[in-house]
C-alpha cells in the first residue's frame, strides 16, 4: 500500500521516476570515492563529499539524512522515509555504498571520474558498482517525495561508506554503534542483483538471494635466514610458494545451494535438459561472459593475490607472506577451511585480514513477489530467477540484525555487453537506457512493497 501518486485521466503518474537518474549518476560519479582498503580506515580521499552530495539531495525535497562517520572522512548517510509504522507495518532498508575501488586513468579511453556519456553510456567508475544503484534510488525517492507518491510502508534509506574494503567503516559501524537507525527492519535490498542476462535468446535477470562467505587471509612462513649461495633447507619462500601453488591449482568440487539449483533449473529447462552437479559447469556457461562469475558460485574458491619476502637477491629471509582471497558457499565453511589446512601444510600460519559468513534467503514471500512483477511490468517476457553473488557486499552486515536480504539493482542489458566484466574493471559504464530501466523498476516495486 501507499499514497496514490497524481494522476491525469487516462494517463500513469505525473512525475517521471527516471527524469534525474543520468544526472544524478553522472554527479555522484565525478566525486572521487577511491577505498585503497586500508585497514585503519586511512588513505583515499573517503566519502565526506559525496555522503554531503546525497544528503543535500534529500534535504532538498524534505526527507532529513544525518551523516555518520566512523573514521575521518569515511561517512555514511541514512534517511528514514515512507510511513510512520503506525499501521504496524516493518521497516525495509534499502541501502547502496558510496566508496568504490581505485581506477588508473591512464589505462581508460575516458577518464575514470568524468561521467562521460558516450556511444549511449555513463562512463567512469562505479558507473556499475554501484553508483548507478544510487542513482536510481535517489531519482525515484526524489520524484515521489515531490508528488507527494510516499510509500506507507516505512523505509530506511541508508548510503554507506567503506564496502569495498568489507564495510568495517560503514555498514559494521552502523550496525553495531548506529542500531537505533535500523530499528524495525525486517528486511533489505540492495546490489548486486536485477541486472539482465541473455540465455538461448530469453532475457534472465538474476536477484541475489545468497552470498559467499568472504576469508581474505595472510599466509605466513617462517624458516632459517642465511646467505643465497649456500644450501638451505630450511627456505621460507620455498615452503610459502608450495602452499600457495597447492592452493591456488587446487579443483574445488561442485556445490549447489538453492539458489542456485533453481537458476540453472531454469537454464536447464530452455536447455531442454535437467540440472545436475554434473552438468552444472556446462549450464553455467550458457550464460557467456557472467559465467566467470557464476561459475565461482557452484563451488568454494582461493585464490592468491599477492607476494611478499626478503630485502636483497643473495639473502635468504626468515620470513615470506601471502594474501589469498578465499570464499566459500553457504553451507560449506568447515569444508573449506579442512582444504585449505590440508593445503598449506603445518608449517604455514595464516590469520584473518577479513572474515565474514555466508548468508541466503529463501527466495520466496512478498519481497520476491514484487521484485519480479516490477521486472515483468517493464519486460513482459522476461525470465526472474535468484543466485547467489560470488563477492561480498554490505548484506552481510545488515543480515547480522536478521534481516531478510536480497541484491536488486535492476538494469535491462544488451546481450552482447560482458557486464560482469566491468565489475573493478576497466572502462566501467552502464548504459543511459538501463538506468532509465532500472529508475521504472524500481518505482514499480515501491508500489508493491
Not at 585503519?40 to 534529500?58: C, F, N, Q, T
Not at 552470498?211 to 635466514?225: D, H, I, N, Q, Y
Not at 553455467?284 to 565461482?296: K, N, T
Not at 607476494?307 to 629471509?317: Q, R
Request: hydrophobic share 40%.
Amino acid at each position: 500500500m501507499q499514497t496514490e501518486p497524481q494522476q491525469d485521466a487516462g494517463s500513469g503518474p505525473t512525475y517521471d521516476p527516471a527524469a534525474e537518474v543520468v544526472e544524478l549518476c553522472r554527479d555522484l560519479i565525478r566525486i572521487d570515492t577511491s577505498n585503497y582498503g586500508e585497514p585503519d580506515g586511512s588513505g583515499g580521499p573517503g566519502e565526506r563529499k559525496a555522503a554531503e552530495h546525497v544528503a543535500a539531495l534529500l534535504d532538498e525535497v524534505g526527507i532529513e539524512a544525518r551523516l555518520h562517520e566512523s573514521t575521518p572522512g569515511r561517512t555514511s548517510v541514512v534517511a528514514h522515509w515512507g510511513g510512520d509504522g503506525s499501521d504496524g507495518r516493518d521497516k525495509l532498508l534499502l541501502h547502496g555504498h558510496l566508496d568504490v575501488v581505485p581506477a588508473a586513468a591512464d589505462d581508460w579511453q575516458v577518464h575514470p571520474f568524468s561521467g562521460e556519456v558516450q556511444d549511449g553510456y555513463v562512463w567512469g567508475r562505479g558507473a556499475v558498482d554501484m553508483k548507478d544503484f544510487d542513482a536510481m534510488l535517489l531519482s525515484v525517492v526524489r520524484a515521489r517525495q515531490r508528488a507527494g507518491a510516499v510509500p506507507e510502508r516505512p523505509i530506511v534509506l541508508c548510503f554507506t561508506a567503506d564496502e569495498e574494503a568489507g564495510g568495517h567503516h560503514g555498514a559494521e559501524q552502523l550496525v553495531e554503534q548506529h542500531r537505533d537507525e535500523l530499528e524495525g527492519c525486517t528486511e533489505a535490498v540492495g546490489e548486486v542483483g536485477g541486472f539482465s542476462t541473455t540465455v538461448r535468446g530469453r532475457r534472465l535477470y538474476l536477484v541475489e538471494a545468497a552470498e559467499k562467505g568472504m576469508a581474505w587471509m595472510k599466509l605466513t612462513a617462517r624458516g632459517r635466514a642465511g646467505h643465497g649461495s649456500m644450501i638451505n633447507t630450511d627456505n621460507a619462500v620455498t615452503r610459502l610458494s608450495g602452499a600457495v601453488a597447492r592452493i591456488g591449482a587446487h579443483e574445488w568440487p561442485v556445490r549447489l545451494t538453492p539458489a542456485m539449483e533453481v537458476l540453472l533449473a531454469t537454464v536447464a529447462d530452455l536447455a531442454g535438459t535437467e540440472a545436475t552437479p554434473e552438468n552444472a559447469p556446462a549450464l553455467v556457461e550458457e550464460f557467456g561472459g557472467a559465467a566467470r562469475m557464476l561459475g565461482a558460485v557452484i563451488r568454494n574458491t582461493a585464490n592468491p593475490t599477492q607476494l611478499g619476502a626478503g630485502y636483497k637477491v643473495n639473502v635468504i629471509p626468515t620470513e615470506a607472506t601471502a594474501h589469498v582471497d578465499g570464499r566459500f558457499l553457504p553451507g560449506y565453511e568447515d569444508e573449506f577451511f579442512d582444504t585449505l589446512r590440508a593445503l598449506c601444510g603445518d608449517d604455514v600460519e595464516w590469520e584473518f585480514l577479513s572474515h565474514q559468513q555466508p548468508w541466503e534467503t529463501p527466495y520466496d514471500g512478498d519481497l520476491v513477489g514484487a521484485m519480479t512483477r516490477s521486472i515483468l511490468a517493464e519486460d513482459p517476457d522476461a525470465l526472474v530467477a535468484p543466485y547467489t553473488m560470488s563477492g561480498g557486499t554490505d548484506a552481510k552486515h545488515f543480515r547480522k540484525l536478521g534481516l531478510r536480504s536480497y541484491g536488486f539493482a535492476p538494469l535491462r542489458l544488451p546481450a552482447d555487453l560482458d557486464f560482469t566484466a566491468l565489475f573493478h574493471g576497466v572502462d566501467e559504464r552502464v548504459p543511459v537506457d538501463a538506468l532509465e530501466f532500472g529508475a521504472r523498476v524500481f518505482d514499480h516495486f515501491l508500489n508493491e512493497v
